[in-house]
C-alpha cells in the first residue's frame, strides 16, 4: 500500500490535522495534490481524531506522524496516546520510534533564516506559519522570495511576523480577539459581553456594543497596520500578507480598508492581503516533503 503521513498543529484551543501521500510526483509544485483529508477539532475531541485516524488507514499504511504544539503537556500526551492506540510500530513501513515526532523552531529551514535571539523561544507554530507563508508566496503567487512579506495569525492570541530576504526579522504578540473582549467584560463594573462578529463595526459607534466591536477589531487591524508600515519604511517594499485564524473573518475587511486609504494617501501599490485556512500545516507538510 501507498505510504501516509499525518500531520498534528495542536494549538490554544483546536487541533488540526492532516494526511497526505508520502513522495507524491506533483507535491513538489503544489500541495493541494498529495492531500488525502484533514480536520479540525477542538482540544479533547479525542474520538474524532480516532475516527480521522481510522478512515485514513483504509487507504495506505502511516509511515509518518509529525506535529507542532503550543498546547499543554497533557494535549500532548493525549495526543500521542491516540496514535500509540493503533500500535502503528508494528508496522514495517513506520519508521519512527515515538507515536508523533514534535518539531520544533530552528535557526534555518532551506533558505529561510530565523533571526529570533534565542531560536527555541520562537513559537513553533509561529516558525512553521511563516515556511508555509513562504511556500504561499513562491509556488502560489510565483512571487520573488526575497521580497517583503507578513504572516498574521487571529488565533487564541494574534501573532504578526515579518520577513525580508528569506528572514524572519521579527514579530509581535497581543492578545485575541475574544481576549480581548473577555479582558474588557471581566475587568470593568458595566461593560457587556460581546461575541465575536464584524457586523457592528462602524466609524462613528452610538452603541457601547458596537463601541467595543469596532474598538477590538480597530485595535487588532492596527497592529497589523503597524508592521506593515514598519516594513515598507525598512524595505521600501510594500509586503504580502498572509492572513490566517479562526478569527480572521472578523478582522480582514478592516486591515483592508487601512491598507487601502494608505496606499492611495502615500502613492503606493495596494497591499495585497491573502487569506489562508492552514498556514502551520502547509509549512509543516513542505517541510516534512522536503527534508523529513
Known amino acids: 500500500m501507498d505510504k501516509i503521513c499525518i ?11 492532516r494526511a497526505f501521500w508520502l513522495n507524491h510526483p506533483e507535491a513538489e509544485k503544489n500541495l493541494d495534490k498529495a492531500i488525502i483529508n484533514e480536520i479540525t477539532i477542538y482540544n479533547q475531541e479525542y474520538a ?14 502511516i509511515a509518518k506522524v509529525y506535529g507542532v504544539t503550543v498546547a499543554t503537556e497533557n494535549i500532548r500526551t493525549d495526543l500521542e496516546n491516540v496514535f500509540r492506540s493503533f500500535d502503528l510500530e508494528k508496522s514495517k513501513d513506520f519508521n519512527q520510534k515515538e ?18 535571539e534565542n531560536t527555541k523561544q520562537l513559537g513553533v507554530d509561529r516558525w512553521f506559519g511563516i515556511i508555509g507563508a513562504h511556500y504561499h508566496l513562491t509556488h502560489h503567487l510565483k ?24 528572514q524572519l526579522i521579527g514579530g509581535t504578540i497581543l492578545p485575541g480577539l475574544q481576549m480581548m473582549f473577555d479582558s474588557l467584560f471581566r475587568g ?19 452603541t457601547t456594543h458596537a463601541a467595543i466591536q469596532t ?29 490566517s485564524g479562526g478569527a480572521k473573518e472578523t478582522i480582514v475587511d478592516e486591515i483592508n480598508s487601512i491598507c487601502s486609504h494608505w496606499s492611495t494617501a502615500a ?19 513542505y517541510y516534512v516533503s522536503n527534508k523529513g
Open 188 to 206: 470593568t463594573a458595566h461593560l457587556p459581553k460581546v461575541a465575536v462578529s464584524a457586523s457592528d463595526i462602524v466609524n462613528f459607534p452610538l
Open 143 to 166: 512571487v520573488d522570495s526575497n521580497v517583503a512579506l507578513i504572516h498574521v495569525s487571529f488565533g487564541t492570541a494574534t501573532t504578526v511576523d515579518c520577513m525580508h530576504n528569506e
Open 99 to 116: 507515536p508523533i515526532v514534535w518539531l520544533e523552531s530552528e535557526e534555518k529551514a532551506f533558505s529561510i533564516k530565523n533571526l529570533y
Open 267 to 285: 502613492g503606493l501599490a495596494q497591499v495585497e492581503c491573502i487569506e489562508l485556512e492552514t498556514t502551520v500545516l502547509d509549512g509543516l507538510q
Open 7 to 17: 500531520l498534528i498543529d495542536s494549538g490554544n484551543s483546536r487541533i488540526k490535522a
Open 48 to 61: 474524532k481524531l480516532v475516527g480521522f485516524v481510522e478512515r485514513i488507514t483504509r487507504d495506505g499504511n
Open 215 to 243: 474598538g477590538v477589531v480597530c485595535a487588532q487591524a492596527g497592529a497589523v497596520f503597524r508592521q506593515i508600515q514598519k516594513l515598507w519604511f525598512l524595505t521600501t517594499q510594500v509586503p504580502y500578507v498572509f492572513i
